[in-house]
């Protein structure tokens, strides 16, 4: 699953990335990535697995000038001794206010 720092109060059709309904996003790299991790929260539980059955995170930045402010949100929010392996890199990203995309691969 991939995912965007986005408003997560409404409904998992509502944030893809070309939808319109996209204009909640927050302005720093650490609300788009506290956004995204809890909408990662919200598809592992609905896919009936949690974080600390991630196997794989893939993080995309706009500018890995942010890699420290995501890197901070992500360490504060991955379980002790569950972090999965990850990669990170630089994107251009679905839309200009996008800082931050998550892929996460999780066993069930």
Wanted: proline share 4%.
């Amino acid at each position: 699953m991939g995912q965007i720092g986005v408003n997560v109060s409404r409904p998992a059709r509502d944030y893809r990335a070309n939808s319109p309904r996209l204009h909640a996003r927050q302005e720093t790299e650490s609300h788009q990535t506290a956004e995204a991790l809890s909408r990662v929260d919200a598809l592992l539980a609905e896919a009936g697995t949690s974080k600390d059955r991630m196997l794989q995170t893939i993080v995309w930045l706009k500018s890995m000038d942010d890699f420290d402010a995501m890197n901070q949100v992500w360490e504060d929010w991955v379980p002790e001794g569950h972090a999965p392996a990850r990669a990170c890199g630089r994107a251009d990203l679905a839309s200009d206010e996008l800082l931050v995309e998550f892929t996460v691969t999780a066993a069930l």
